[in-house]
């Protein structure tokens, strides 16, 4: 059982439109991360969220942490080449983290 | 530059060899742990430790050990590879207070065990 559910699983957008994905679960999270991870490297942190409700903007990437902590999203606005990646989302239970299976992003120029 | 490193980058294994990947990290931190990736299934963790000296599993052990002797070095050890264990292996490290830092990841050691 995932205990992260992540959609879409891949999405193909034209350069410039805007996105949204998405990570649920039916547990409650302290906190939530959002990573992205480039071919052939590891995920590198973008943004950690603490509390229900909560919004960070990073650039033209919005994450907002839902009011239950059950879910997140990232919405992503004028999509650039530079952001296609895998994008994971993460949290832990304890001292094991666990990550969503991943949204696979590819921006066509 | 600070971070974590991982070797080798590329291994073929045949089954029933063992082999030691490699994992170090310069920045003091405490937590280190191992992922395996796999198409379809994400990020899935197998041995994770919170200082030297302690070691603990995570979701998929099986097939693997690992120590960790000192701060700075986590290696992961496959005792007897199998087709099963192909996959891209990342090493990652954090202070204490992972939901809080989040990880640094290393470039990964893509496995193939034929």
């Not at chain 1, 991360?33 to 650039?59: A, D, H, I, S």
């Not at chain 2, 430790?49 to 002797?69: C, F, H, K, L, W």
């Not at chain 2, 996959?87 to 990880?103: D, H, I, K, N, P």
Request: hydrophobic fraction near 30%; charge should be neutral; charged fraction near 15%.
């Amino acid at each position: 059982t995932q205990l992260l559910e992540q959609s879409p699983q891949f999405l193909s957008i034209q350069e410039g439109e805007n996105l949204t994905v998405y990570c649920n679960s039916s547990s409650v999270f302290s906190s939530l991360q959002w990573y992205r991870q480039e071919p052939g490297e590891g995920p590198v942190l973008l943004v950690t969220v603490v509390t229900g409700g909560e919004v960070k903007k990073l650039k033209r990437l919005t994450f907002q942490f839902g009011d239950a902590r059950k879910d997140s999203s990232l919405h992503i606005t004028a999509a650039q080449p530079g952001d296609t990646g895998l994008y994971l989302c993460a949290t832990n239970t304890g001292n094991q983290f666990y990550f969503g299976t991943g949204t696979s992003l590819t921006v066509i120029p | 530059n600070a971070g974590v490193t991982q070797t080798p980058k590329f291994q073929v294994l045949k089954t029933g060899q063992s082999m030691t990947l490699q994992c170090a990290q310069d920045m003091n931190h405490e937590y280190m742990s191992w992922y395996r990736q796999d198409p379809g299934m994400g990020l899935r963790l197998i041995h994770y430790s919170v200082g030297a000296g302690i070691t603990d599993q995570g979701e998929v052990p099986n097939g693997y050990n690992v120590s960790r002797s000192t701060t700075e070095d986590f290696p992961l050890r496959l005792l007897s590879a199998a087709p099963s264990q192909t996959s891209v292996y990342f090493c990652a490290s954090s202070y204490l207070g992972l939901s809080t830092y989040g990880y640094t990841f290393g470039s990964g050691t893509r496995l193939t065990v034929v």
